[in-house]
């Protein structure tokens, strides 16, 4: 499997993907709002772009479709909730089901409600496992709730899904949002080591060739993956004083993204 992480410079951060099959040159489109950029990638590689998948149906992962099957004849892949939500959906995916790219990639879609209610993940099976997960889980951070989520789905796509794939799973996600993540890590946990030492590094990278973390790493410097930590809830006590002694991990979770939001 080749991945290319395409970086749109736009205003939102997003990031686009093609994963190709190495041995037939066969690649599918992650959410390819800057289709311009996706098909230039594709074209330089001398990739056939065959399918398109939309992590979720927002505007800045949905917008470059059209265009994209108007240039290529993609097929077009979503949750099958979002059929209503996303225009020309040619296959409706569901918890467990393969898409398969080429002769050498299957990729394993994972239903991460959250976000949206009709959210997809797909976790690249293969001796390096990767996570293409959209809005849900960023570098350092976890999706909002504002249009169209629930914080208790996405405190559960975390817990039951994200954090038991395997530590070395490299972490593709939606957009670029790592360097202000991380200063709400450090906002939250001041005593962090990684996320200190990383958080300069980061502000100065090459968004164009942007770290890829693993999930060993998350569980280090995203707050979201840290909610046993005392540091953690001896800081969340201070903003909210009613705080139990030994609070659950979903209540740190939920306290957490509340106060993300205002942040
Ligand atoms: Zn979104
Ligand atoms: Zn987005």
């Not at 004849?73 to 939500?85: F, I, P, S």
Request: charged share 25%.
């Amino acid at each position: 499997m080749i991945v290319e992480q395409i970086w749109t410079a736009n205003s939102g951060r997003n990031f686009n993907y093609l994963i190709a099959c190495e041995h037939t040159g066969e690649a599918l489109a992650i959410d390819p709002l800057d289709h311009e950029k996706c098909l230039a990638a594709a074209k330089a590689k001398g990739w056939a772009i065959r399918q398109i998948l939309n992590t979720h149906e927002h505007r800045d992962h949905t917008g470059g479709n059209a265009q994209m099957v108007a240039a290529t004849g993609a097929k077009l892949l979503a949750h099958a909730k979002a059929k209503d939500k996303i225009e020309g959906i040619d296959r409706g995916l569901a918890a467990g089901d393969v898409i398969t790219v080429g002769k050498t990639v299957e990729l394993l879609c994972l239903d991460t409600p959250g976000h949206t209610m009709s959210h997809i993940c797909v976790k690249a099976q293969g001796d390096r496992p990767a996570l293409f997960c959209g809005d849900t889980l960023f570098n350092a951070g976890a999706g909002n709730c504002h249009h169209g989520g629930h914080p208790n789905e996405l405190y559960n796509s975390f817990a039951a899904q994200l954090a038991r794939l395997p530590d070395e799973t490299l972490i593709y996600p939606g957009h670029d949002y790592i360097a202000r993540n991380l200063s709400f890590t450090l906002d939250r946990e001041p005593d962090n080591a990684a996320a200190t030492a990383l958080l300069p590094k980061v502000e100065k990278q090459d968004t164009a060739k942007a770290l890829v973390t693993t999930l060993r790493q998350e569980k280090e410097i995203n707050t979201f993956f840290r909610l046993s930590s005392p540091s953690v809830i001896a800081r969340l006590r201070e903003a909210f004083p009613d705080l139990p002694d030994r609070p659950d991990e979903k209540t740190v979770f939920l306290k957490l993204r509340e106060l993300r939001n205002k942040w």
